[in-house]
């Protein structure tokens, strides 16, 4: 099928500090080839609650985590931030695919890695796909977007999906970290193409086949991956993942 490209530039959304998270602290001592299209009325919505996933078992082919403590690289915010507030922890709405429990991590890496609590973590994403909500024939839609305020563990965890690819990307996620209402960290999350090549033969990604952009050829990810890949901590290309991803900033 045809894939959708994704190459005009659009604004960044209104600061997050509307949502009131002013007194974040640092524990521990420290798509559619129209053009994007703004909806006309931005609304927080709770949409149903989809089908709890099936329970991961232990992948076949593990993936090992960095282990590192690193700020994590600056990258463009690209297509296509939210253009509203979702705060929620399962954002899949009626959005098919290879169910994935994602768990982020901020961490401050000028204090050896301490969590860092009080954190709005942002994230959005495209579909099986490659379609983003909000923008083009999508404009109406609010799949795959939210976000949730670190806990004092400097954790948050989505429940979300395995996402599909469009022409000129590897396969990626958005996060965006705003901490008293200031942008402190835009970075993506890169997926380990081993098992990126098993999911998008299953089940709704397999009519749209391979992505041919692998992550040393994808304009974001060229320059190395070591500190924005998932680290897949359970589960199957069948049943769905568990992971993690770590979000380190210098405070």
Partial sequence: MSKIQHNTPVSRRKAIGLLGFAGAAVAAACGSSASPTSP???VTT??????TPTTPTTPTTPVTPTG???????????????LADFVRSDIRENKQGLPVTLTIAVVNT???CAPVSGAVVDIWQCDADGNYSQYGNERNLTYLRGLQTTDSTGKVTFVTIYPGWYQGRATHIHVEVTINGRSAK???????EDVTAQVYRTGVYASSGQ????????????????????TLTGGDPTSGYRATFQVGIAL
């Fill in 40 to 42: 006309t009325t931005s």
């Fill in 46 to 51: 709770t949409p149903t609650t989809p089908t």
């Fill in 68 to 82: 590192t403590c690193a700020v994590s690289p600056n990258e463009t915010i690209g297509p296509y931030p939210s």
């Fill in 110 to 112: 000028n204090s050896a």
């Fill in 186 to 192: 835009v970075t993506q999350i890169a997926f380990p």
């Fill in 211 to 230: 992505n041919p952009t692998t992550n040393s050829r994808d304009g974001v990810f060229s320059d190395g991956v070591a500190d924005e890949l998932i």
